[in-house]
């Protein structure tokens, strides 16, 4: 179950991209990135209260670091939807066990091994390949994708300091930060007509769908994460590429250069080797420690 849960909320997550990514032109980035957070906000908070769950706000800090590496991860994952193809953003933004790997040699003294820094070395390989046609052109909006991966390992390492608290109201907080973030960009980032589009029912309805899509995501992900072994349920989680192509391809006709398609590969390889090495360190030192 799951590995089901998991592909369910791959399934959901690559359709808010996808309906994201349909709204170019039609509705401001921000109206979707704001929409997309404020329905995780409100149920959430609804989840929280059903439970009786206490919410929090200004306690712990590492809440925050969480909540604020998360948000920056939104804003750049919603600026670059409009502007590059599902699939690629998808590549980009679930390198970050990449990035976990790296920064924990600083924040926690785990030093990188000769395999993990090829691995990197392979990552940012598939990155350049998967890229250099927009690099070509003159669009750099890849790197912003990138800064979305980075900030959601910060976020991951920001969740992991977060002991005792509520799964939903970690949500709930998260979700809060992320809206207020966008309600503040609006005057600097949203363009000159921001409610432009949202007159139109279509629009509407899909905005509604990149909400629902994105609650029944985050729900289907933390289900699986209880139920599972994390490292290889992440694993799974990265056929939320695979059905982004396949909305690339049916929704936008799309088709793959071989060297597009062997970048991806080499993004997707070696982030899911590190997931399942990170479990298989975790299962040796649990059997020591039984052992002792």
């Not at 995780?40 to 909540?67: D, G, I, N, Q, T």
């Not at 994952?77 to 600083?106: D, G, I, K």
């Not at 992991?160 to 503040?184: K, M, N, W, Y």
């Not at 629902?212 to 290889?232: S, Y």
Request: aromatic share 10%; with cysteine; charged share 10%.
């Amino acid at each position: 179950m799951p590995y089901l849960w998991m592909l369910g909320g791959s399934l959901a997550f690559a359709t808010m991209a996808a309906l994201a990514r349909a709204l170019e032109g039609k509705c401001d980035w921000l109206v979707v990135a704001a929409c997309r957070t404020g329905f995780a906000m409100l149920f959430a908070v609804l989840l929280a209260k059903a439970a009786r769950a206490r919410l929090v706000f200004w306690r712990p800090r590492s809440l925050w670091v969480r909540s604020l590496a998360g948000s920056v991860s939104l804003v750049c994952t919603f600026y670059a939807l409009p502007r590059m193809h599902v699939s690629e953003l998808m590549t980009l933004t679930n390198m970050f066990p990449l990035w976990v790997t790296l920064l924990s040699w600083p924040l926690y003294d785990e030093v990188p091994t000769p395999k993990t820094w090829l691995c990197l070395a392979a990552g940012l390989t598939g990155v350049a390949l998967v890229q250099q046609p927009h690099f070509a052109n003159g669009n750099f909006v890849s790197l912003v994708a990138l800064a979305s991966s980075i900030s959601t390992a910060v976020a991951m390492l920001g969740l992991h300091e977060v002991q005792g608290i509520d799964p939903r109201a970690i949500v709930a907080h998260f979700s809060t930060v992320g809206l207020l973030a966008c309600s503040l960009l609006f005057p600097w980032l949203a363009s000159s007509e921001p409610t432009a589009g949202l007159d139109q029912p279509a629009v509407l309805f899909m905005l509604l769908g990149v909400g629902i899509a994105a609650t029944i995501g985050q729900m289907f992900l933390t289900k699986a994460f209880v139920a599972g072994p994390p490292a290889k349920v992440s694993v799974v989680g990265l056929a939320q590429v695979a059905f982004a192509v396949v909305y690339d391809r049916l929704l936008w006709g799309r088709t793959f250069a071989p060297l597009t398609v062997a970048g991806m590969a080499l993004v997707l390889a070696p982030t899911a080797w590190l997931m399942l090495r990170r479990e298989t360190e975790d299962v040796s030192l649990a059997s020591l420690g039984e052992e002792a």
